[in-house]
């Protein structure tokens, strides 16, 4: 089994340590980080899902099985495709959103997909009507192509009763949304990709932080959706005559 390459909070992997260790054993890393976004609260109560690709293959986690207790044998191991080259045993199935993580694998060329239920992603999706957005905030330039003073925009589609009838809508809104490496459903989550794993999580991480900062945001009167008017944390100038 390949080094975890999570272990520790000081060995931040480089992207070509990142892709290294990716090659060398996907499914592990899989395992790794399923354990890791259970951590920070996006894939708890067997929601969620994660699939990285490599090489070819693509690797996605079961249903319906614990994030946190996911083991490397219980990866399925599929061709870019989608048919399964390997199934783990016991009966498992694969993630309910294979659909959707194929979409963001041919659209845009993905190399890793992250399906978050974080509950700040899923706020989000009851403070906007169609579309999240946010400006002015450092964490919006961990998003490939962005700057802090860029606005960025993260389309939300609608819910549906079962996870892959969601594939079309999320079809439409990734052609929509050129520049977007997410996409929120509302009073559900989002889906995150990047072109490799490193990407995806980074733009997962920035994501969630601008979701929850947006709101906090709002509880404290101010609004992330608009540039400010005066920097912050400096009160306009009484005019004396
Ligand atoms: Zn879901």
Redesign the pocket.
Known sequence: MATPVLSSPHAVPTSSAASSDARDDPAALLVELCRHFYGLGWVSGT??GMSVRSRGRIYVAPSGVQKERIQRADIFELDEEGRTLVAPPGGLRISA?LPLFMRAYRMRGAGAVL?S?SIHAMMATLAFEREFRVTHCEMIKGITGMGYRDELVVPIIENTDH?CDLADSLAEAIAAYPKAFAVLVRR??VYVWGPDWVSAKTHAECYHYLFEAVLRARSLGVDLTVAPSVPPGVAPRAHSV
């Open positions: 929601g969620g959103c399906h239920h996870e559900h989550g």
